[in-house]
């Protein structure tokens, strides 16, 4: 089971697709001991991947001891951060605090797009050097790249360049119009452009030696199954059965993009939430509506859950719209 944690609202840049619309540091964002207080509740939860994010989680002053402290509850600290903080000197310290990797976020192999939709000069470069820092350090890590309309056909290249760069794995998150992405939605890609870009990821890991991810598109489950693939993962959509994210504030929601509040980790313990809420309960049931409902890849799939809600007016349990497995007789 994986969590993710938005440690702080607080970041260096202003990302066009954040889903946590960050930048200022939130009021009211957990304490270090509030902090410590919940990963004990994760461990006891039964999770095992606990993801450190944000906002940028370097921005935070206390982030070391917080590593330590999820490693000595046996967690595996990973990082979600946009890498232009990572100094040797920091790359240094995550690897002694017990961090096992770091995933970067890329999303061009042209500078001059990756700024732009990250709003900040010389974001590319500080990515690129952070992955160099993390390498020197010998701190594992891996690119993240989000999809959307104008960089679709560069996915494949970054990939080649992650191989470039020493990277373990090349993680591609498709858009889900959430937090700020609701501006930039006619952006995100349709049921054609998902199936022809999940397939050619499918292909392109016959080719190449690191994971390639996609995430928020979970039908790569079924067309890896249709191509025969045997993959490491067991489901494409987690939200609410696998995995859940954790606000700067301590709400628990479903996953980064179902941005429904079922409970605050500062009133309730978190471990109660995760096994008690009504929302995560009706998830873990895959009693889908529509096409999703009757899909054979139901288990494997799920549908994107975030997507779902979005374009059903907030009914999770809806039929995601950009499967074009769909509209295939006998699916």
């Not at 946590?20 to 991947?49: C, P, V």
């Not at 390639?212 to 939200?239: H, N, V, W, Y």
Request: negative net charge; charged residues 25%.
């Amino acid at each position: 089971m994986i969590i993710s944690w938005n440690t702080t609202n607080q970041c260096n840049m202003f990302c066009e697709h954040c889903y946590r619309d960050a930048g200022a540091k939130a009021e009211e964002e957990l304490s270090t001991e509030q902090g410590k207080a919940l990963l004990d509740e994760i461990a006891k939860a039964g999770f095992k991947i606990m993801i450190f994010s944000g906002g940028e989680p370097l921005m935070r002053d206390d982030i070391y001891e917080l590593v330590e402290h999820a490693v000595k509850l046996g967690l595996k600290p990973v990082f979600g951060t946009n890498g232009t903080l990572i100094t040797p000197e920091v790359a240094r310290r995550l690897k002694e605090a017990g961090a096992m990797g770091v995933g970067i976020s890329l999303d061009s192999v042209d500078p001059v797009k990756h700024d732009k939709f990250r709003v900040f000069p010389g974001a590319w470069e500080g990515a690129i050097q952070g992955m160099k820092n993390c390498r020197e350090a010998g701190l594992p890590f891996q690119i993240h790249t989000t999809v959307v309309d104008w960089n679709m056909d560069e996915v494949l290249d970054i990939t080649d360049l992650a191989v470039k760069l020493g990277a373990m794995a090349h993680h591609i998150f498709f858009l889900v119009p959430t937090g700020r992405a609701v501006n930039i939605e006619e952006e995100s890609l349709r049921a054609e452009q998902y199936e022809e870009l999940l397939t050619k990821i499918m292909k392109k890991q016959l080719e190449v030696p690191i994971e390639l991810k996609p995430t928020c598109a979970p039908q790569f489950m079924r067309i890896a199954k249709e191509m025969g693939m045997d993959l490491r993962f067991s489901r494409g959509c987690l939200a609410g059965t696998h995995y859940c994210i954790i606000s700067p504030m301590g709400d628990v929601q479903p996953c980064a993009y179902l941005n429904m509040k079922l409970g605050n980790v500062k009133e309730i313990p978190f471990s109660e939430i995760w096994a008690n809420s009504e929302v995560l309960n009706e998830l873990r049931t895959l009693k889908y509506k529509g096409g999703c409902g009757a899909c054979k890849y139901k288990k494997a799939c799920g549908g994107c859950r975030a997507r779902a809600a979005y374009y059903s007016e907030g009914d999770y349990m809806a039929e995601e719209p950009w499967c074009l497995y769909h509209g295939r007789k006998g699916y």
